[in-house]
DNA sequence: CTTAGTGCAAAACCTTTGCAGGTTG
DNA sequence: CAACCTGCAAAGGTTTTGCACTAAG
């Protein structure tokens, strides 16, 4: 998805629910924005900060702490949370539904997100009479490969000492 | 699911684990995870901690942390966090697979579980080649009965003051 | 020109840490 | 009786808030 065709909607979307809202159109939201919808990464709001001031863009951070917070109750973008970390935030793409979920490594805490359109639908089709629904977040946990193999590593090496204590 | 068949196994758990890990049993770790497995609701460290001291058992709030810590470790609780509310943690039933997700409330941030066998199954049975699942989470967002009812009132309100100023 | 938005500094909040003393294995 | 665990207080890091100034509508 390249950077304008996942921006312009965005902007588009933005400035309607501004309008709506009765908000102000600040040259400060739409160069966040646009930072933001620049990469389909997950993202810190102190990262996204510093990634516009090394550009020469000053805001402060309260300014994008605020800013984040308002694109999410814009749906713009969606906020994860995994372990002790900061907030992540992800961007969403105006007019496509949801066709991915996460692997949360539960040592390391790395995230990496898959595209299932299957489990995606049906997810999205789960209907309740109470609650209606608009979105999901689908965090599967588990080891990933780089953590496998350091655990290897380690058992072979506790096992290696263990036998050199009783030899027989 | 009543407290003393899902208490018997976590404190077996527990147990072992600790051995494992060469780590101690102290009556603390015990005391806290009789009270994590008495209710099967989502808790919060501090309201744990509190309804410790409540009953008249004193444990201070960093060990409530560390030993919290130790369980999600150890696979007897997991750690939900929404928005930006203090970590949640929910007991996990030794033996049992995870059979439920939950409904998250965009606006008032009010979590439900649900249980779905079906849906819990086949996300469970996602399998990838460089990652081993272990669990998963599964939140679906969207507005609660609650929310939606003052959402429709609200509306009406705001609709009643704007025909009042222009009557034609 | 009115009032929301921004910047800055300070506060608030949850969680972790350092260290002294007590308890487990 | 050595090492680990606990309690307490203090620190740490992220996010929010208060207030004065600036700028959008």
Redesign the interface.
Known sequence: MNDDKALNPARAALSQYLKEKKMRRTPERFAILEKVFSTDAHFYVDALHESLEMEGYHVSLSTVYATVQLFLEAGLVR?H?F??QP?QYERVLQGVTENHHH?V??TCGRV?A?K?EE?AA??SG?R?S????????????????RC?KRLRKERRKELEATEKKKPK
């Open positions: 906020r949370q372990g002790n907030a692997l490594c539960t990496r898959v299932d489990i049906r997810i789960l309740y109470t609650f209606r629904t608009e979105f999901f977040s689908l965090y599967v946990y588990g080891l990933c490969s496998q």
